[in-house]
Antibody
Framework: QLQLQESGPGLVKPSETLSLTCTVS??????????WGWIRQPPGKGLEWIGSIYFSGITSYNPSLKSRVTISVNTSKNQFSLKLSSVTAADTAVYYC??????????????WGQGTLVTVSS | QSVLTQPPSVSAAPGQKVTISCSGS????????VSWYQQLPGTAPKLLIYDNNKRPSGIPDRFSGSNSGTSATLGITGLQTGDEADYYCGTWDSSLSAGVFGGGTKVTVL
């Protein structure tokens, strides 16, 4: 059974870089047909797709965050990572990683990690 | 402001049916497939429906999805107290080149 687990600091200072890692277990991150994505949810608000990566390193980012986001993959560790630079209080959210199926107009996320709350505060 | 529009809340008595609408445009729902997610309080979202109307293994057939033009609908029949949750629609937006979600709908069982 595929499982994903986010890890990283729960508190980041304004203007610094948020860094999170997602560890995939029960399956290979090198599976064809699947991307691996990051989604966030500010407290009490809805979901926002941040971006996704294919095991080969091909990335796709939300245009609204693209200038600040970098997603990378480490196939040897079965992990992928998120870096979000120049954070502000508006980046405070629960960050989820998820397997992302994306092909020919079809796009869905399953399964999801449990999520990790990242607070931006000095 | 979400790209996809959902009603903030719907409610019904146990055993009844609710429907949740998700309105978009030709650049998203009109030309791409829709997925639906259930988020129980304090938990991560869970895939309920993908490719407009397909259910993953383990999802009961009380949950159904449908599409018409630039709108999609999630239906829940035989409503149970355990169905109280937030529900989100999602799809790809070809103009934005981005995954997009609705703002979420809270289902309350009266």
């Amino acid at each position: 059974q595929l499982q994903l687990q986010e890890s990283g600091p729960g508190l980041v200072k304004p203007s610094e870089t948020l860094s999170l890692t997602c560890t995939v277990s029960g399956g290979s991150i090198s599976s064809s047909s699947y991307y691996w994505g990051w989604i966030r949810q500010p407290p009490g608000k809805g979901l926002e797709w941040i971006g996704s990566i294919y095991f080969s390193g091909i990335t796709s980012y939300n245009p609204s965050l693209k200038s600040r986001v970098t997603i990378s993959v480490n196939t040897s560790k079965n992990q992928f990572s998120l870096k979000l630079s120049s954070v502000t209080a508006a980046d405070t959210a629960v960050y989820y990683c998820a397997r992302d199926f994306h092909s020919s107009g079809r796009n869905w996320f399953d399964p999801w990690g449990q999520g990790t709350l990242v607070t931006v505060s000095s | 402001q979400s790209v996809l529009t959902q009603p903030p809340s719907v409610s019904a008595a146990p055993g009844q049916k609710v429907t949740i609408s998700c309105s978009g445009s030709s650049s998203n729902i009109g030309n791409n497939y829709v997925s639906w997610y259930q988020q129980l309080p304090g938990t991560a979202p869970k895939l309920l429906i993908y490719d407009n109307n397909k259910r993953p293994s383990g999802i009961p057939d009380r949950f159904s999805g449908s599409n018409s033009g630039t709108s999609a609908t999630l239906g829940i029949t035989g409503l149970q107290t355990g169905d109280e949750a937030d529900y989100y629609c999602g799809t790809w937006d070809s103009s934005l080149s981005a995954g997009v979600f609705g703002g979420g709908t809270k289902v309350t069982v009266l």
